[in-house]
């Protein structure tokens, strides 16, 4: 079955470091790939996708790039703010079309804390 | 833009009552609603996917008599926990799209701790 595996936090960083969670998958087919993330107290929001191998998504700095041949969907920011400050989750969603899109399979999710 | 309203954020309970947490789409028809669970420091687990007006479809393990999911409306689903016992404490978070749309859109979940 599909599954989702990511680096395991929390991550602690300092303000305009470097980040970069990693996200390997397994799945049969070709899955779409997508970044989560959950502020303190909200829903989960779409952070960014991608819906085929090399394509990559990025939103708000963030950028992940689809690579089918290490099946790996590494989340990166260059200079993260106190603001990023959240828990961010890896997913897969096997099929794009119909009532089927939502069924997610989520990695364990890493919490991000940047100081200022 | 879109947002699902999930009710309440909290809830402790006593073991053997019941649990009615409800989730809304409000500003959208959501013809399907999927209901997820997660464990301390693990993934969200998808319990079951619903669609309005029929029975739900429950992921392999899931009870389907402990969770009760209903789907009446386009902007309503619920999911009851019955008779809950402190194995059952989790966070659980529903998702809800409208179909035609390819964008999904979470609940803010729900804690539910059974004493």
């Known amino acids: 079955g599909n599954s989702v595996t990511q680096m395991e936090g929390p991550v602690t960083l300092s303000e305009e470091a470097f980040l970069t969670i990693n996200c390997t998958y397994t799945a049969t087919g070709y899955p779409s790939l997508f970044w989560y993330v959950q502020y303190p107290g909200e829903g989960l929001q779409l952070l960014l996708k991608a819906t085929k191998a090399d394509d990559k998504g990025s939103n708000k700095g963030f950028e992940a790039t689809y690579r089918k041949e290490t099946t790996s969907f590494h989340l990166e920011k260059g200079s993260v703010q106190v603001s990023d400050s959240a828990v961010y989750f890896c997913a897969l969603s096997g099929w794009t079309g119909g009532t089927s899109y939502g069924k997610l399979t989520f990695g364990q999710g890493t919490i991000l804390t940047v100081h200022p | 833009g879109a947002v699902v309203s999930q009710h309440p954020s909290r809830v402790i309970c006593k073991s053997g009552t019941s649990v009615k947490i409800e989730c809304r789409s409000l500003?959208?028809?959501?013809?399907?609603m999927f209901w997820y669970r997660q464990f301390p420091k693990q993934s969200l687990m998808l319990m079951a996917t619903s669609n309005e007006g029929s029975k739900a479809t429950y992921e392999q393990g899931v009870e389907k008599d402990k969770f009760l999911i209903n789907h009446a409306s386009l902007t309503l689903s619920t999911l009851t926990v019955t008779s809950a016992h402190p194995e059952d404490s989790s966070f659980y978070i529903c998702?809800?799209?409208?179909?035609?749309?390819?964008?999904?859109?979470f609940g803010s979940g729900t804690q539910l701790s059974v004493l």
């Open positions: 500003d959208f028809q959501a013809t399907t």
């Open positions: 998702s809800a799209t409208g179909g035609s749309s390819e964008k999904l859109f």
